[in-house]
């Protein structure tokens, strides 16, 4: 009698456990569905993106292209080339239904090629380096595997070597651009970016006559945070 009564005792045991072990399992379950899930939104819905580009500044397409007419561009007498070299972060401070504000920094290292002065004079090889810091306004339509967005930006920049009209050294790089970017994959975006570039001295000293680019990047971002 005192063996069966130990035997109920165990089976009621068991039992208890068991039962308490599945509640333990179906919890643990949601919680590791609900992280997973958090992390595939998180996954699909990244802050911050790192951009890599390259590219190039032109004043008239003959520059780049087997173009002998120099109508075609800026129309301005000088001649400076710029390859770039940049990387892009880009910080969302603000979104709204299908659109943002970005905080974008831009650092680069770019190489150039230039006329001193600016007629009948050899190419030259020159560098740029700085980094530059703007405001992007993004759009991004729904269900479309793209954005597009209007860019400012501006920073300090050092320059090896310049047309004659503007003295080279430290000098402010200023731009002014419209974006692309469309997805591959999941935070994976191909980019493109196009408009004008302007750099002087701000008056620092003299010749401070300025240089303008038309300006074409492509690259790539990826979301990271």
């Not at 009948?120 to 992007?136: A, D, P, R």
């Not at 975006?189 to 000293?205: D, E, L, M, P, W």
Request: aromatic share 12%.
């Amino acid at each position: 009698m005192k063996i069966i009564t130990q035997l109920e005792n165990l089976r009621i045991n068991v039992h208890y456990l068991c039962d308490k072990s599945s509640k333990l399992l179906k919890i643990a379950s949601i919680l590791i569905l609900a992280h997973t899930s958090s992390g595939q939104e998180n996954l699909i819905r990244k802050r911050d993106k790192i951009r890599v580009l390259t590219g190039w500044g032109f004043q008239y397409l003959g520059q780049i292209l087997p173009i002998h007419d120099n109508s075609y561009g800026l129309g301005t007498p000088y001649d400076y080339r710029v390859t770039f070299f940049e990387m892009q972060y880009q910080r969302k401070l603000k979104a709204y239904k299908s659109s943002s504000i970005d905080l974008l920094l831009m650092p680069q290292i770019n190489s150039t090629t230039l006329k001193k002065e600016d007629e009948n004079t050899f190419l030259q090889q020159g560098h740029e380096l700085g980094v530059n810091v703007g405001i992007s306004i993004r759009k991004s339509p729904a269900n479309k595997p793209y954005s597009y967005y209007l860019a400012l930006s501006s920073g300090p920049h050092y320059t090896s070597d310049t047309p004659g009209r503007q003295t080279p050294g430290f000098i402010f790089s200023d731009n002014l651009f419209v974006g692309l970017d469309y997805e591959v994959f999941t935070n994976a975006n191909v980019s493109f970016q196009f408009g004008f570039r302007h750099i002087s001295n701000a008056g620092i000293s003299n010749p401070n006559g300025g240089i303008n680019n038309v300006i074409g990047k492509i690259g790539v971002s990826l979301g990271v945070f």
